[in-house]
């Protein structure tokens, strides 16, 4: 897979709420290789368009396409097997460092060689070497207590160790202070080159740089640019950024 997705005339309703469309006639195109942020109002549909790529739901109507190819026909396996998932609230096992990393790809033995690089690229090989049990440190409740930027970054390791083309993260620093933020959004930036990247953020400082910013309102894509071009119009998305900055 290259990384191309294409959403085409998507309508959506949840199962439990079949009468309230969350979509309703979305066209979005992501390139290879780019990053594209979500942001709209709480509820606007963001995190359902993530999950429409993870395939958690299929559409009402239209197609979601990943490099041309319908993703319901696709296997479940083998689709997630080219995502990496960042979300909010990071769950980490009460296992070894190491072992919360590899579950990143379960699919085969993952080697020590392949933690350690995901690790970097995560930016907390440092901190882990710094344990005394360094990568076999056991997280959990009666184990090391970590800091949110912390689980955060071991969780961009797990995403990164099966090498994905594509990259989801679901405000994957919103529950962070501004000097953790500032780690994890290096970590995040390191991880995002040669991927295509879907990111739903609710700091929209975070997102300045990204090269599709789409704004998500009663169910469609209301407005597309850049970070500048988006300023320029003084629509929906100045309206946004000047409210939360």
Same mark, same amino acid.
């Given at each position: ?18 009468? +309230?469309?969350? !979509? ?6 992501? &390139?290879?290789? @780019?990053? #594209?942020? %979500?942001? =709209? ?29 319908d993703l319901k026909d696709i296997s ?8 990496g998932i960042v979300s909010q609230e ?11 990393i590899a579950y990143g790809d379960n ?20 901190? +882990?070497?710094? !344990? ?6 056991? &997280?959990?409740? @009666?184990? #090391?207590? %970590?800091? =949110? ?97």
């Amino acid at each position: 897979a290259a990384g191309n997705i294409n959403f085409s005339q998507i309508e959506f309703s949840y199962p439990t709420r079949p009468n +309230v469309l969350i !979509l309703k006639g979305l066209n979005l195109d992501i &390139l290879n290789g @780019k990053t #594209v942020a %979500l942001v =709209g109002e709480s509820g606007c549909g963001k995190s359902t368009i993530i999950q429409l790529i993870e395939r958690f739901y299929d559409p009402k109507s239209g197609e979601v396409k990943m490099d041309g190819v319908d993703l319901k026909d696709i296997s479940l396996d083998s689709l997630r097997s080219h995502m990496g998932i960042v979300s909010q609230e990071p769950n980490l096992f009460n296992k070894s460092i190491a072992e919360n990393i590899a579950y990143g790809d379960n699919s085969r033995e993952v080697t020590m060689e392949e933690i350690i690089q995901a690790a970097k690229d995560a930016n907390i090989h440092t901190f +882990v070497t710094g !344990l005394p049990q360094g990568y076999d440190t056991k &997280l959990g409740e @009666k184990a #090391v207590q %970590l800091s =949110g930027g912390q689980k955060q970054r071991i969780a961009i390791a797990r995403a990164l160790v099966r090498n994905p083309k594509v990259l989801l993260l679901d405000e994957a620093t919103s529950a962070l202070d501004t000097e953790s933020e500032k780690v994890v959004q290096e970590a995040l930036d390191q991880a995002k080159k040669g991927r295509t990247c879907i990111t739903i953020a609710h700091r929209l400082t975070t997102i300045q740089d990204a090269d599709l910013i789409c704004v998500v309102e009663n169910g469609v894509i209301a407005e597309a640019g850049s970070h500048q071009e988006l300023l320029q119009k003084e629509g929906l998305y100045y309206k946004l950024y000047t409210q939360k900055t």
